[in-house]
């Protein structure tokens, strides 16, 4: 019977968020912070504000607990970068259905001081790796690329400790998603700090930024044969082009650029996974979805990562 309903909740959760996995992510949009004063979703939030070591750049992280106790060896946690993003997904009626589920985690949803759904600036520099004398980003000129370890530093030195001080957390069951530049900066914690978390969700990864230096880090861990037994990594990559190319020239010519950089991702892709597979105990997952685009895998992603029992293992 427990299983029936499970399933059950899975089928309605897939319903509920089917329209909104379809929505393409919107770099001037507002957040919806609705779901931080919802009442009786299972959930409760709490805001940790954080500032950068250089003062550049102001955080907001959203941390949702469940109502519930805590189990035994502590909750799982579910990390996510573009935090604000990622609160549009959480109506109070997925948070009851996530509430529900064996072994519900935390979720920390690792956010800007903003209002709008997406920081591009800041993101642009907290996600990406670059060398030392090329950290423009290729996708706007105006953006710096590079900060990676710095935010990683961030979230392993402050935002962790904070959180296991708030709530017991099982430190053998963390998760980090992430959506484009927020996939190529899970895939740079996975090479780079590999037992930072246990699970690694990455989806349409930028991995194209930049040249050879993710594919470098790779080497470099696999060099280091490091035991990665009850770890995984899941890619889910979309396939469908987007449409029309938007009139406003500036972000047409960011398309046809991005279009121009990705068009060896899948080789790319194809070739890191093969490596890891063949050198390491990684649990790897690789999938592809003919029916997304770029834009629309942000929710895809996320909802498929939230609902999947690997995270609350």
Sequence with gaps: MRQIIIFLLMFLTTLILHNTAKAQPNLNATANLA??????????????????ADGQRSYR????????KAPAGGFPAFYALDGNAVLDFLTPANMQI????????????????????????????????????????PLDSSRING????????????????VQQ????????????????????????LFTQPNLFQ?????????????????????????????????????????LKAGKIPKNPQIAARIRIRNELTAKQDSLGKKLV??????????IKHENFPEE???SMFGKSLQLALFHPIVRQ
């Design 166 to 189: 708030m709530v017991p957390i099982n430190s053998n069951a963390q998760t980090l998603w992430g959506h484009s530049y927020g996939g190529l900066m899970v895939l740079h914690t």
């Design 98 to 137: 996530l509430a529900k589920q064996p072994q519900p985690p935390v979720l920390v949803l690792l956010g800007y001081a903003t209002d709008k759904r997406f920081n591009a600036q800041a993101r642009a520099y907290d996600y990406t790796i670059a060398p030392d004398n090329d950290n423009i980003d």
């Design 199 to 239: 699970h690694y969700i990455a989806a349409d990864p930028s991995i194209w930024l930049h040249g050879d230096l993710l594919q470098q880090e790779a080497t470099d861990m696999l060099k280091h044969q490091i035991a990665l037994s009850g770890s995984s990594l899941w890619i889910l990559n979309s396939k």
């Design 274 to 283: 093969y490596e890891l597979q063949q050198h390491t105990n990684l649990t």
């Design 293 to 295: 685009n770029h834009g």
């Design 147 to 162: 900060g990676a370890n710095i935010f990683l530093d961030l979230i392993r030195h402050q935002i962790m400790p904070a």
């Design 35 to 52: 779901v931080l004063q919802q009442q009786h979703s299972g959930y409760h939030f709490t805001t940790l504000p954080l500032i950068s």
């Design 61 to 68: 992280i959203y941390i949702a607990i469940p109502d519930q």
